[in-house]
């Protein structure tokens, strides 16, 4: 499932062939993904210039100069093909029509977005730009962790009273936003706190410690992802999966990367997801 800094990789990727460029034309080839798409959708969006591309949470957001914003969440499954355009060094030629091919943005440039989702549990809006912030998907999200309104102060006063585990606090969208399962792991680790750890049971300093971990994790992935634009060359022009190196996640069994530390990577199920920890390193 893409997290944060997948979807800011395919906003990048997506951005030079959108960004300027008027849709041309909007191919809508069911009714719904996750959701129904909204009211004459097509016609909503033939015509109208993209002024640019911005991402709240996990949600790419495309203003267009209709007053109205394009909202695009991946979902689950959710992939994005850029094609007609260079993307990095690589061009990718319009693909062959396929299966699940839900929505197809011509743009005029050229270039062709092709959004595909074997399982819809992604989803399109178009939401008025001025009231945006009120969308029902948005309104409840929490600050952006790589932002300005996501600090120590406020994340120590967030989680002074939370009984949860800190790993279901850090993944409560309303605290901070867009952060999944995958980075949380890999955050807890680096601040050496275990996932099972009650949030108000932990000390502020060690909440604060959180946050400048949260923004190393994430701008890492992010810079990952930008190296995988540049080096674009999956055959199908698919975007925003690229090769992570993690410490922990998905490393069960295999030995912990701390220096002199002879544990094994230990991995134990919270609400239905896998938590993946050192048992020596983590407290
Ligand atoms: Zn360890």
Same mark, same amino acid.
């Given at each position: 499932?893409?997290?944060?800094?997948?979807?800011?990789?395919?906003?990048?990727?997506?951005?030079?062939?959108?960004?300027?460029?008027?849709?041309?034309?909007?191919?809508?080839?069911?009714?719904?993904?996750?959701?129904?798409?909204?009211?004459?959708?097509? *016609?909503?969006?033939?015509?109208?210039? #993209?002024?640019? +591309?911005? %991402?709240?949470?996990?949600? @790419?957001?495309?203003? $267009?100069?209709?007053?109205?914003?394009?909202?695009?969440?991946?979902?689950?499954?959710?992939?994005?093909?850029?094609?007609?355009?260079?993307?990095?060094?690589?061009?990718?030629?319009?693909?062959?029509?396929?299966?699940?091919?839900?929505?197809?943005?011509?743009?005029?440039?050229?270039?062709?977005?092709?959004?595909?989702?074997?399982?819809?549990?992604?989803?399109?809006?178009?939401?008025?730009?001025?009231?945006?912030?009120?969308?029902?998907?948005?309104?409840?999200?929490?600050?952006?962790?790589?932002?300005? *309104?996501?600090?120590?102060?406020?994340? #120590?006063?967030? +989680?002074? %009273?939370?009984?949860?585990? @800190?790993?279901?606090? $850090?993944?409560?969208?309303?605290?901070?936003?867009?952060?999944?399962?995958?980075?949380?792991?890999?955050?807890?680790?680096?601040?050496?706190?275990?996932?099972?750890?009650?949030?108000?049971?932990?000390?502020?300093?060690?909440?604060?410690?959180?946050?400048?971990?949260?923004?190393?994790?994430?701008?890492?992935?992010?810079?990952?992802?930008?190296?995988?634009?540049?080096?674009?060359?999956?055959?199908?022009?698919?975007?925003?999966?690229?090769?992570?190196?993690?410490?922990?996640?998905?490393?069960?069994?295999?030995?912990?990367?701390?220096?002199?530390?002879?544990?094994?990577?230990? %991995?134990?199920?919270?609400?239905?997801?896998?938590?993946?920890?050192?048992?020596?390193?983590?407290?």
């Amino acid at each position: 499932m893409p997290e944060l800094p997948e979807v800011e990789t395919v906003k990048a990727g997506i951005a030079p062939a959108m960004e300027g460029q008027i849709i041309a034309q909007a191919d809508i080839n069911r009714p719904d993904l996750r959701w129904p798409f909204p009211e004459n959708m097509s *016609a909503r969006l033939t015509g109208k210039r #993209v002024l640019g +591309l911005r %991402r709240r949470s996990k949600y @790419i957001l495309a203003d $267009l100069d209709s007053g109205e914003t394009l909202l695009i969440h991946l979902g689950m499954s959710g992939r994005m093909l850029v094609s007609g355009v260079k993307v990095g060094e690589f061009h990718h030629p319009h693909p062959v029509p396929a299966k699940h091919d839900h929505v197809v943005l011509h743009m005029d440039n050229g270039a062709r977005i092709t959004f595909n989702d074997a399982r819809r549990f992604g989803a399109m809006d178009l939401l008025d730009t001025a009231t945006q912030e009120d969308h029902w998907l948005i309104r409840d999200i929490g600050p952006e962790p790589l932002g300005n *309104a996501f600090d120590e102060t406020y994340l #120590v006063e967030r +989680l002074k %009273r939370k009984n949860s585990p @800190i790993k279901s606090a $850090l993944l409560d969208q309303g605290i901070v936003a867009g952060l999944g399962n995958i980075y949380v792991c890999e955050v807890l680790f680096r601040t050496g706190i275990h996932p099972t750890r009650k949030a108000s049971q932990i000390s502020a300093k060690r909440i604060a410690s959180l946050v400048p971990v949260i923004r190393e994790v994430l701008s890492e992935a992010i810079a990952a992802g930008g190296s995988s634009l540049r080096d674009y060359r999956q055959s199908d022009g698919e975007l925003g999966y690229f090769q992570h190196v993690f410490q922990v996640y998905d490393q069960e069994g295999k030995p912990c990367v701390t220096d002199g530390c002879k544990k094994t990577i230990q %991995r134990i199920v919270q609400s239905g997801r896998s938590s993946f920890f050192c048992p020596q390193c983590q407290r």
